[in-house]
């Protein structure tokens, strides 16, 4: 016999529970069932809109557009992509907000001196994705998203379509 239902956690409150108490509550009240072992397994499919949007933007954005325009590296893609639309031009490297650092991509300036010295001194910055909110990493996919349809002449496969549209709510 397998019992199946769907809870909802919030506040260390079970919210939602479908009629899954109640069934069990039947087998614990049947006298077939007196003595019986059994496990219950609970599986929470905790997928996030950020994980829509990793597995859209790496999935179905990057690979295509690295074909149409780095020879098929997506690393080179999605560096370029956050060059083009994550970047952050600063005069110090205390302008980089510490929640940016992590994944961030520096870009350094040098300066040479007449005394042979050089210095090199920030520039700018690419965000990493993983440091983006939710409106950013949002307003960052459409970005890449409308210049691969505008400039590469892309489009998205059709299983990819219901990743989009959860990344983008």
């Known amino acids: 016999m397998k019992l199946s239902g769907v809870i909802k956690i919030n506040d260390r409150k079970i919210e939602h529970c479908d009629n899954f108490l109640m069934e069990l509550s039947k087998l614990k009240n049947d006298p077939k069932m007196d003595g019986v072992t059994g496990i219950i397994t609970v599986d ?67 300066e040479h001196h007449e005394d042979g010295q050089v210095i090199r001194k920030p520039a700018g910055y690419c965000q990493g994705m993983r440091s983006m909110n939710n409106e950013e990493m949002k307003d960052f996919i459409l970005k890449v998203e409308s210049w691969y349809f505008e400039f590469l002449e892309g489009h998205i496969e059709n299983d990819g379509i219901g990743y989009r549209q959860k990344a983008i709510e």
């Open 44 to 110: 929470f499919n905790n997928k996030k809109a950020q994980w829509y949007r990793f597995k859209y933007y790496y999935g179905y954005i990057i690979p295509p557009l690295a074909d149409k325009s780095f020879s098929g590296n997506t690393r080179k893609a999605h560096i370029e992509m956050k060059r083009m639309f994550a970047y952050h031009p600063i005069q110090d490297f205390d302008d980089i907000p510490d929640a940016h650092m992590s994944g961030a991509i520096i870009e350094c300036i040098e």
